[in-house]
Nanobody, 119 residues
Framework: QVQLTESGGGLVQPGGSLRLSCAAS????????MSWYRQAPGQQRELVAH???????DYADSVKGRFTISRDNAKNTVYLQMNSLKPEDTAVYYC?????????????WGQGTPVTVSS
């Protein structure tokens, strides 16, 4: 059974930093793409950052230059380093892992970790 365990959220002042982690266990192994999404109250879930199995990355325009996604394949873990945080970054952050070694590809979501940026 696939399990994604997120950690690292919390309360931070504007301009501060947080690092989110998402560890995957129980998956079929092989190639995976990993992503971070966020959902603010009353808004739709949106893609924040994405990293391919080859470690190519992509970011939402709103976080470019401030957030960095990375992965540790040995630990099956994806990270989101968030710097220069703004109040508008306040949301619940979710990781998603897409297992590409099976057909059809299977994606799984973490339980979400809340991030609040406020003074």
């Amino acid at each position: 059974q696939v399990q994604l365990t997120e950690s690292g959220g919390g309360l931070v002042q504007p301009g501060g930093s947080l690092r989110l982690s998402c560890a995957a266990s129980g998956g079929p192994g092989g190639s995976t793409a990993m992503s971070w999404y966020r959902q603010a109250p009353g808004q739709q879930r949106e893609l924040v950052a994405h990293i391919t199995s080859g470690s190519s990355t992509d970011y939402a325009d709103s976080v470019k230059g401030r957030f960095t996604i990375s992965r540790d394949n040995a630990k099956n873990t994806v990270y989101l380093q968030m710097n220069s945080l703004k109040p508008e970054d306040t949301a619940v952050y979710y990781c998603k892992v897409l297992f590409q070694s099976v057909f059809p590809p299977q994606d799984y979501w973490g339980q979400g970790t809340p991030v609040t940026v406020s003074s």
